[in-house]
């Protein structure tokens, strides 16, 4: 079976860094991808990990670590439009396992 | 322009009723997915094809059927026999399964079954 983990709700203020955190026991591991999504629509997604190491793509970036099945997602200097329910998946068996998301408020 | 539609974006039906909601894409995509959210739930995989005229259960397949007969389009029909309906079903495609498999997801349908 597939068990995937995140916190629930996260809080920040706006120009903040927040670090959600994603921990995962799978039956296989090809790679693991994270996703944001706005309420009410489509997830899009924002970063890969396939190896053990951090990936930075300009304000995100997101770390791997394979032997201990744990990865996490660095938003820094936070803005309103990145309020927002952040989604760990991992890729397995050409299929997707999906947490349950990371809802983040982002305050003035 | 290149993406995933699905429609329409609201749907009631009565309970008892079979419903079929649309997924076309135009990225030349192979594979296709089909997930249900719940509220505090993540995505769940009902369906996947990875080419056509064929397609595999997912986790949740119980109550629902597909078809893949052409590759732009993957159509669910949400049985009679699903439990509990009501969800936001959201459509998927991706190049081809294997690694680095970045799917890219439609708008969503939302079913309320009343």
């Known amino acids: 079976g597939q068990n995937i983990d995140q916190p629930t709700e996260m809080t920040a203020t706006e120009g903040a860094i927040v670090q959600i955190n994603c921990t995962y026991q799978t039956s296989g591991f090809n790679g693991l991808f994270w996703y944001q999504q706005h309420a009410g629509e489509a997830p899009t997604f924002l970063s890969y990990?396939?190896?053990?190491g951090l990936e930075e793509k300009g304000r995100f970036s997101s770390f791997l670590s394979r032997s201990k099945g744990y990865s996490y997602l660095l938003l820094k200097e936070l803005q309103m439009k990145d309020s927002a329910s952040y989604l760990c998946?991992?890729?397995?068996?050409?299929?997707?396992?999906f947490g349950a998301g990371t809802t983040v408020t982002v305050r003035a | 322009d290149g993406g995933i539609t699905q429609s329409p974006k609201y749907l009631f039906r009565k309970e008892g009723q079979n419903v079929t909601l649309s997924c076309e894409q135009n990225?030349?995509?192979?594979?296709m997915y089909w997930y249900r959210q719940d509220p505090g739930q993540g995505l769940r995989l009902i369906y996947y094809s990875q080419i056509v005229n064929d397609f595999q259960k997912g986790d949740i397949a119980e109550g629902y059927s597909v078809s893949r007969e052409k590759k732009e389009s993957f159509p669910l029909t949400v049985t009679s026999a699903q439990k509990n309906p009501t969800a936001f079903y959201l459509c998927?495609?991706?190049?081809?399964?294997?690694?680095?498999?970045?799917?890219?997801f439609g708008p969503g349908t939302r079913l309320t079954v009343l």
């Open positions: 990225l030349n995509h192979d594979a």
């Open positions: 998946a991992v890729e397995d068996d050409y299929k997707l396992s």
């Open positions: 998927a495609s991706s190049m081809a399964g294997g690694p680095y498999n970045e799917q890219f």
């Open positions: 990990n396939v190896l053990d």
